[in-house]
């Protein structure tokens, strides 16, 4: 199986340093990530980042938690944090860090417990993949929130992508596809998957939350169309 981020993740905690992850999209091409972003500190991360860990509450589950830079920071404040990975190889190295609680599960199949909070950050609603995969997703989250849960989520507005140098936005209006579902392609040494991936305006998942009756409102704006958001 291809894991080019359980790869690299796993690299740069053995050795230190690692090659740049590559991403090509349907929109861009050779985007270049340092795998040493992946394993930040608090000091860091974005102020959305920061504002979720600070709203953090109670139980928490830590959806595709990746190196555990956010559940490590959890668990050293003395959060009851579980973190939930995919990836084999990451896995391993959630576990190396001393993160007390790591399951290995889809995301979908996953239900043994509730929890207070459940966080999804660094574009937590990309896992989606699309508006119907992202309410599918939500779906499934509420069956995982107690009573008096929060889902703290981050995502972006890429509507900026598309803007022309006069200022008119530029989208295919004939399209059925929701502009922000993008295809994706990541590569790391020779290791490449593909999957989609999800970027959605604040409006439209205000929209999708009163759909599935969740109570969205938006925490924070970020600095590049991106924005924190908390559903109840």
Not at 23 to 33: H, M
Not at 66 to 83: E, F, P
Not at 121 to 133: D, H, K, P, S, V
Not at 169 to 197: C, H, P, Q, R
Request: hydrophobic letters at 35%; a negative charge; proline letters at 2%.
């Amino acid at each position: 199986m291809n894991d080019p981020f359980g790869e690299a993740i796993s690299d740069y905690f053995e050795k230190g340093k690692a090659p740049k992850i590559t991403i090509n999209t349907n929109y861009t091409e050779d985007e270049q990530i340092p795998v040493s972003y992946l394993f930040r500190t608090e000091k860091e991360m974005p102020d959305i980042e920061i504002t979720a860990l600070k709203l953090c509450k109670g139980k928490v589950l830590d959806i595709g938690a990746a190196a555990g830079c956010h559940s490590i920071v959890l668990q050293q404040k003395g959060y009851n944090i579980t973190a939930l990975e995919i990836s084999e190889r990451a896995v391993e190295v959630l576990k190396k860090r001393g993160i007390q609680k790591v399951i290995r599960e889809d995301i979908y199949s996953y239900s043994a417990k509730k929890y207070d909070t459940i966080l999804l950050l660094m574009n937590g609603a990309g896992i989606g993949g699309t508006i119907a995969g992202l309410k599918k997703l939500l779906l499934h989250l509420k069956t995982l929130l107690n009573e008096k849960g929060q889902i703290l989520i981050d995502s972006s507005d890429i509507k900026y992508l598309f803007e022309e140098e006069d200022g008119s936005v530029w989208i295919d209006l004939n399209s059925k596809k929701y502009y922000g579902e993008m295809e994706y392609e990541v590569t790391y040494k020779k290791s490449t998957t593909k999957f989609e991936w999800l970027f959605i305006d604040f409006n439209s998942l205000k929209n999708i939350a009163k759909e599935l009756d969740l109570n969205c409102t938006q925490v924070l704006k970020g600095d590049h169309f991106d924005y924190l958001a908390k559903l109840k």
